[in-house]
């Protein structure tokens, strides 16, 4: 073999090399550039989400804000109205018993003394005259509904709330409070 020819070999073997390595970096900065938009992109996206999640809870807890409102204008209505009867005053402290007996069997999302606490308003409610009820408990009570319904969001912490507002607003009205 000449040296021309191995000199000729090699030039043109630099000149690939010199070739593929000026193409790599170039494809290596088109992909950076490219991989900078994807990010730039993913972060747009991902603020959108963000913004549609927030927009999302903001619109979900005035929905349920003025569900509440409803019902308790509702209650306070009828109960003013005196259209609660002493067996559906019944049912409301038996559904209350029922929901809280249920719940503190399996992974009880009230504390043991919330649950204490609630069955005990609601003994009061059953045994004593309307005049005798201590208001401030019962409104203890709901409160305690009222964040078990807000973190956990199921049916029956609601139902839960409902009666015993509904149970409040009876109580007012045998009082000669509404």
């Given at each position: 073999?000449?040296?021309?020819?191995?000199?000729?070999?090699?030039?043109?073997?630099?000149?690939?090399?010199?070739?593929?390595?000026?193409?790599?970096?170039?494809?290596?900065?088109?992909?950076?550039?490219?991989?900078?938009?994807?990010?730039?992109?993913?972060?747009?996206?991902?603020?959108?989400?963000?913004?549609?999640?927030?927009?999302?809870?903001?619109?979900?807890?005035?929905?349920?804000?003025?569900?509440?409102?409803?019902?308790?204008?509702?209650?306070?209505?009828?109960?003013?109205?005196?259209?609660?009867?002493?067996?559906?005053?019944?049912?409301?402290?038996?559904?209350?018993?029922?929901?809280?007996?249920?719940?503190?069997?399996?992974?009880?999302?009230?504390?043991?003394?919330?649950?204490?606490?609630?069955?005990?308003?609601?003994?009061?409610?059953?045994?004593?005259?309307?005049?005798?009820?201590?208001?401030?408990?019962?409104?203890?009570?709901?409160?305690?509904?009222?964040k078990w319904f807000k973190r956990e969001g199921i049916y029956e912490a609601?139902?839960?709330?409902?009666?015993?507002y509904t149970l409040r607003a009876i109580t007012l009205k045998e009082r000669?409070?509404?």
């Open positions: 073999m000449s040296v021309e020819l191995l000199v000729g070999f090699a030039s043109t073997i630099a000149a690939i090399v010199a070739s593929a390595a000026t193409l790599g970096y170039w494809l290596g900065r088109r992909f950076e550039r490219i991989e900078e938009k994807l990010k730039a992109h993913d972060e747009k996206f991902e603020n959108l989400e963000k913004r549609m999640n927030e927009e999302f809870e903001r619109t979900r807890r005035e929905f349920t804000e003025l569900v509440r409102a409803l019902h308790m204008h509702l209650i306070e209505f009828m109960a003013m109205k005196g259209l609660f009867t002493v067996e559906e005053r019944s049912y409301l402290l038996r559904e209350a018993e029922r929901i809280i007996a249920a719940y503190s069997v399996r992974a009880n999302p009230l504390s043991p003394e919330e649950a204490r606490f609630i069955l005990e308003v609601l003994k009061e409610l059953r045994e004593k005259p309307a005049k005798e009820i201590d208001i401030s408990k019962l409104d203890k009570a709901l409160e305690i509904a009222d609601a139902k839960l709330w409902i009666n015993l000669g409070e509404l």
